[in-house]
Protein backbone atom coordinates (compact mmCIF):
# COMPACT_ATOMS: atom_id res chain seq x y z
CA UNK A 1 0.00 0.00 0.00
CA UNK A 2 1.25 3.37 -0.73
CA UNK A 3 -0.55 5.49 2.28
CA UNK A 4 -1.27 8.57 1.32
CA UNK A 5 0.63 10.52 -1.78
CA UNK A 6 0.84 14.25 -2.60
CA UNK A 7 0.91 15.62 -5.84
CA UNK A 8 3.37 17.65 -6.66
CA UNK A 9 6.25 17.80 -4.17
CA UNK A 10 7.71 20.95 -4.94
CA UNK A 11 5.89 24.23 -6.67
CA UNK A 12 6.76 27.31 -7.06
CA UNK A 13 3.91 29.99 -8.18
CA UNK A 14 3.91 33.48 -9.24
CA UNK A 15 1.35 36.04 -7.29
CA UNK A 16 -2.46 35.65 -9.28
CA UNK A 17 -1.31 32.26 -10.22
CA UNK A 18 -3.82 29.19 -10.03
CA UNK A 19 -2.95 25.61 -9.12
CA UNK A 20 -4.28 22.39 -7.41
CA UNK A 21 -2.81 20.43 -4.93
CA UNK A 22 -3.36 16.52 -5.71
CA UNK A 23 -3.91 13.93 -2.44
CA UNK A 24 -4.70 10.39 -2.56
CA UNK A 25 -5.10 7.68 -0.18
CA UNK A 26 -5.16 3.63 -0.76
CA UNK A 27 -6.69 2.78 2.35
CA UNK A 28 -10.20 3.20 2.21
CA UNK A 29 -10.48 5.98 4.80
CA UNK A 30 -13.89 8.15 5.19
CA UNK A 31 -12.38 11.70 6.28
CA UNK A 32 -9.38 13.28 4.69
CA UNK A 33 -7.63 16.72 6.01
CA UNK A 34 -5.87 19.49 4.45
CA UNK A 35 -2.89 21.47 6.96
CA UNK A 36 -0.70 23.67 5.93
CA UNK A 37 2.58 24.07 8.39
CA UNK A 38 4.36 27.19 8.88
CA UNK A 39 7.52 28.15 10.64
CA UNK A 40 7.40 27.67 14.50
CA UNK A 41 3.40 27.01 14.11
CA UNK A 42 2.10 23.82 14.20
CA UNK A 43 -0.36 21.82 11.25
CA UNK A 44 -3.39 23.77 10.86
CA UNK A 45 -6.09 22.89 9.60
CA UNK A 46 -7.45 24.38 5.87
CA UNK A 47 -10.20 22.18 4.84
CA UNK A 48 -11.29 18.37 5.56
CA UNK A 49 -13.91 15.80 4.41
CA UNK A 50 -15.88 13.14 6.12
CA UNK A 51 -16.74 11.64 2.98
CA UNK A 52 -16.90 11.38 -0.88
CA UNK A 53 -19.03 14.91 -2.48
CA UNK A 54 -19.02 16.22 1.15
CA UNK A 55 -16.10 19.33 2.30
CA UNK A 56 -16.18 21.73 5.12
CA UNK A 57 -14.17 24.68 6.28
CA UNK A 58 -11.00 24.42 8.60
CA UNK A 59 -9.18 26.85 11.16
CA UNK A 60 -7.81 28.68 8.28
CA UNK A 61 -9.64 28.34 4.46
CA UNK A 62 -10.18 31.64 3.44
CA UNK A 63 -7.56 31.68 -0.58
CA UNK A 64 -8.63 27.88 -0.99
CA UNK A 65 -11.19 25.75 -2.19
CA UNK A 66 -11.48 21.80 -2.37
CA UNK A 67 -12.94 18.80 -3.85
CA UNK A 68 -13.66 15.24 -2.79
CA UNK A 69 -15.78 13.96 -6.05
CA UNK A 70 -13.86 10.45 -5.24
CA UNK A 71 -13.40 8.47 -1.90
CA UNK A 72 -9.78 8.16 -2.39
CA UNK A 73 -9.06 11.92 -3.49
CA UNK A 74 -8.75 15.16 -2.19
CA UNK A 75 -8.11 18.52 -3.83
CA UNK A 76 -6.88 21.43 -2.42
CA UNK A 77 -7.08 24.42 -4.96
CA UNK A 78 -5.55 28.47 -5.03
CA UNK A 79 -7.33 30.32 -7.08
CA UNK A 80 -5.45 33.26 -6.96
CA UNK A 81 -2.00 32.28 -5.06
CA UNK A 82 -0.95 35.22 -2.95
CA UNK A 83 2.33 35.42 -0.95
CA UNK A 84 1.35 34.78 2.12
CA UNK A 85 0.20 31.01 0.83
CA UNK A 86 3.92 29.91 0.64
CA UNK A 87 3.80 27.13 3.07
CA UNK A 88 4.39 23.70 3.25
CA UNK A 89 0.68 21.60 2.57
CA UNK A 90 0.18 18.23 4.26
CA UNK A 91 -2.76 16.18 3.24
CA UNK A 92 -3.93 13.63 6.15
CA UNK A 93 -6.29 10.68 6.29
CA UNK A 94 -8.09 8.77 8.60
CA UNK A 95 -10.78 6.51 10.13
CA UNK A 96 -14.30 7.24 10.85
CA UNK A 97 -15.11 4.95 13.70
CA UNK A 98 -13.78 4.29 17.22
CA UNK A 99 -11.67 7.20 19.17
CA UNK A 100 -9.83 9.84 17.37
CA UNK A 101 -8.07 9.14 15.69
CA UNK A 102 -4.26 8.39 14.05
CA UNK A 103 -3.93 10.14 11.17
CA UNK A 104 -1.93 9.24 8.08
CA UNK A 105 -0.04 12.07 6.67
CA UNK A 106 1.14 12.43 3.29
CA UNK A 107 5.11 13.50 2.41
CA UNK A 108 4.62 17.11 2.21
CA UNK A 109 4.19 20.04 -0.99
CA UNK A 110 5.93 22.74 -0.88
CA UNK A 111 4.79 25.54 -2.24
CA UNK A 112 6.68 28.73 -2.99
CA UNK A 113 4.56 31.89 -4.23
CA UNK A 114 6.56 35.03 -5.14
CA UNK B 1 -11.44 29.74 22.56
CA UNK B 2 -9.95 25.98 22.49
CA UNK B 3 -6.17 26.09 23.16
CA UNK B 4 -2.84 23.67 22.49
CA UNK B 5 0.08 24.88 24.82
CA UNK B 6 3.67 23.37 24.02
CA UNK B 7 6.77 23.52 26.08
CA UNK B 8 9.51 24.42 25.44
CA UNK B 9 9.48 25.25 22.01
CA UNK B 10 12.75 23.83 21.52
CA UNK B 11 15.44 21.73 23.68
CA UNK B 12 18.78 20.67 23.04
CA UNK B 13 20.62 17.90 24.50
CA UNK B 14 23.00 15.25 24.64
CA UNK B 15 22.85 11.73 24.02
CA UNK B 16 21.21 9.88 26.60
CA UNK B 17 19.65 12.45 28.26
CA UNK B 18 16.04 12.29 29.86
CA UNK B 19 13.58 14.95 28.24
CA UNK B 20 10.35 15.98 29.35
CA UNK B 21 7.91 17.79 26.50
CA UNK B 22 4.75 19.18 27.93
CA UNK B 23 1.32 19.77 26.34
CA UNK B 24 -1.25 21.86 27.95
CA UNK B 25 -4.84 22.07 27.04
CA UNK B 26 -8.22 24.18 27.13
CA UNK B 27 -10.83 22.35 25.11
CA UNK B 28 -14.65 21.70 25.15
CA UNK B 29 -16.03 18.18 25.10
CA UNK B 30 -12.28 16.99 25.75
CA UNK B 31 -12.13 13.07 24.10
CA UNK B 32 -8.30 12.35 23.76
CA UNK B 33 -5.06 13.86 23.45
CA UNK B 34 -2.37 12.86 20.51
CA UNK B 35 1.30 12.92 20.49
CA UNK B 36 2.75 13.14 17.02
CA UNK B 37 6.81 13.08 15.96
CA UNK B 38 8.01 14.92 12.80
CA UNK B 39 11.12 14.60 11.43
CA UNK B 40 12.09 16.56 8.14
CA UNK B 41 8.89 15.14 6.83
CA UNK B 42 5.05 14.02 7.41
CA UNK B 43 4.11 13.32 11.13
CA UNK B 44 3.76 10.30 12.45
CA UNK B 45 1.64 8.85 15.18
CA UNK B 46 3.27 8.14 18.87
CA UNK B 47 0.44 8.01 21.04
CA UNK B 48 -3.21 8.28 21.64
CA UNK B 49 -4.34 8.92 25.43
CA UNK B 50 -8.03 9.40 26.54
CA UNK B 51 -7.71 8.37 30.82
CA UNK B 52 -5.74 10.17 33.00
CA UNK B 53 -3.42 8.14 34.71
CA UNK B 54 -2.90 6.09 31.97
CA UNK B 55 1.03 6.10 31.21
CA UNK B 56 1.80 4.73 27.34
CA UNK B 57 5.18 3.46 26.82
CA UNK B 58 6.65 2.68 23.82
CA UNK B 59 10.58 1.31 24.40
CA UNK B 60 12.04 4.62 25.07
CA UNK B 61 8.85 7.08 25.02
CA UNK B 62 6.32 6.99 27.24
CA UNK B 63 3.18 9.44 27.65
CA UNK B 64 0.82 10.19 30.99
CA UNK B 65 -2.36 12.56 30.58
CA UNK B 66 -3.76 14.40 33.12
CA UNK B 67 -7.07 15.15 32.65
CA UNK B 68 -7.93 17.49 35.96
CA UNK B 69 -4.99 19.70 35.48
CA UNK B 70 -5.32 19.47 31.87
CA UNK B 71 -2.01 18.95 30.56
CA UNK B 72 0.00 15.74 29.05
CA UNK B 73 3.75 14.93 29.15
CA UNK B 74 6.02 13.05 26.68
CA UNK B 75 9.08 11.49 27.85
CA UNK B 76 12.12 10.22 26.92
CA UNK B 77 14.66 8.46 28.41
CA UNK B 78 18.64 7.58 27.08
CA UNK B 79 17.63 9.99 23.92
CA UNK B 80 19.58 9.23 20.82
CA UNK B 81 20.53 11.45 18.14
CA UNK B 82 17.63 10.23 16.09
CA UNK B 83 14.64 11.55 18.24
CA UNK B 84 15.57 14.67 16.90
CA UNK B 85 12.54 15.84 15.53
CA UNK B 86 9.47 18.25 16.36
CA UNK B 87 7.09 16.46 18.81
CA UNK B 88 3.66 18.08 18.11
CA UNK B 89 0.47 17.12 20.55
CA UNK B 90 -3.05 17.52 18.90
CA UNK B 91 -6.68 17.44 20.66
CA UNK B 92 -9.68 16.91 19.13
CA UNK B 93 -12.02 19.78 18.70
CA UNK B 94 -15.70 20.57 17.08
CA UNK B 95 -17.77 17.82 16.52
CA UNK B 96 -15.75 15.79 13.63
CA UNK B 97 -14.33 13.29 15.75
CA UNK B 98 -11.31 13.52 13.35
CA UNK B 99 -10.64 17.07 13.82
CA UNK B 100 -7.61 17.91 15.30
CA UNK B 101 -6.05 20.76 16.40
CA UNK B 102 -2.79 20.87 16.84
CA UNK B 103 -0.23 22.78 18.98
CA UNK B 104 3.19 24.25 17.89
CA UNK B 105 5.50 21.52 18.67
CA UNK B 106 8.57 21.27 20.78
CA UNK B 107 12.06 21.33 18.59
CA UNK B 108 14.24 18.68 20.29
CA UNK B 109 18.04 18.54 18.98
CA UNK B 110 20.07 15.84 20.37
CA UNK B 111 24.03 16.13 20.32
CA UNK B 112 26.46 13.13 19.68
Known amino acids: NAGVTQTPKFRVLKTGQSMTLLCAQD?????MYWYRQDPGMGLRLIHYSVGEGTTAKGEVPDGYNVSRLKKQNFLLGLESAAPSQTSVYFC?????????????FGPGTRLTVT | EDKVVQSPLSLVVHEGDTVTLNCSYEVTNFRSLLWYKQEKKAPTFLFML????IEKKSGRLSSILDKKELFSILNITATQTGDSAVYLC????????????FGRGTQLTVWP
Open chain 2, 90 to 101: AVPRGSTLGRLY
Open chain 1, 27 to 31: MNHEY
Open chain 2, 50 to 53: TSSG
Open chain 1, 92 to 104: ASSYSSGLPYEQY
